[in-house]
């Protein structure tokens, strides 16, 4: 557990709990505005997957820090400190064939089946905000082995009982919030676990749609070490940059 003294954060909670989810010698990919993932990458290769394949934006394979990786986690030390060069075009082609373990996605609205629509919100010709597409959403959700979304807000205009526009769906496997991890199977999305900084209630009063799960289960606090190893992969706190 974390030291007494030391006040629980969710950042600390949900970078521990993505950091968790990854195994070793998975490949897994983060892209732009993804300092949170790309910060649990670099734990779960310091903790416990040392041969775990980082895959990112500006191309860089396992880079040795991230430290100055601070403009949208696409920062230059993530090519300039890596192991070799892999284009982000061949990502793609990558995740087509089959190899590509884990990709960290984004979306602004989620339903209770599995859809993702980061495209508009409203009527999709009428819209009352044009969002940014599905660009990499679209391919990777769909090819990638394992992909895992993850949202700094949790409300009920964001988990919705239907999206205003399907982006993509289907082949999702986790959604972290600062309220709880959600888990795709059976054609739904399950409550997997609740953050130890909340409750049940809360999260029903925050989502909108009827919550399903088998049983109430919490995500675990971050351990001492890995709290001591994130200050010293992340001394920037740019896990945080999104809160």
């Not at 195994?23 to 649990?40: Q, Y």
Request: aromatic share 8%.
């Amino acid at each position: 557990m974390i030291p007494r003294n030391e006040k629980v954060r969710i950042s600390d909670i949900m970078t521990c709990a993505i950091s968790n989810m990854l195994k070793e010698g998975e490949t897994v990919f983060h892209g732009v505005s993804s300092h949170l993932p790309m910060v649990a990458i670099q734990l779960a290769k310091s903790m416990h997957a040392p041969n775990l394949v980082h895959l990112n934006i500006p191309g860089g394979v396992n880079p040795t820090s991230i430290r100055k990786a601070w403009y949208s986690s696409a920062g230059a030390d993530l090519v300039s400190g890596a192991e070799s060069y892999f284009p982000l075009e061949q990502i793609f082609d990558l995740s087509m064939r089959e190899k590509l373990d884990v990709a960290f996605l984004g979306g602004v609205q989620f339903d209770l089946n599995g859809n993702v629509n980061a495209s508009v919100i409203g009527d999709y010709h009428q819209p009352k905000v044009r969002l940014p597409g599905g660009a990499g959403s679209a391919v990777l959700i769909p090819t990638a082995k394992k992909a895992i979304i993850w949202r700094t807000k949790h409300d009920k205009r964001t988990f919705v009982e239907k999206v205003d526009f399907v982006t993509t769906n289907g082949n999702l496997w986790k959604i972290i919030t600062p309220l709880c991890i959600f888990e795709f199977r059976h054609g739904k999305l399950y409550l997997d676990s609740i953050h130890p900084t909340t409750n049940l209630e809360e999260v029903q009063e925050h989502t909108g749609f009827k919550l399903v799960y088998d049983q109430i289960k919490y995500t675990p606090l971050p351990t001492e070490k890995e709290i001591e190893m994130l200050k010293k992969i992340d001394p920037m706190d740019y896990r945080s940059i999104e809160f």
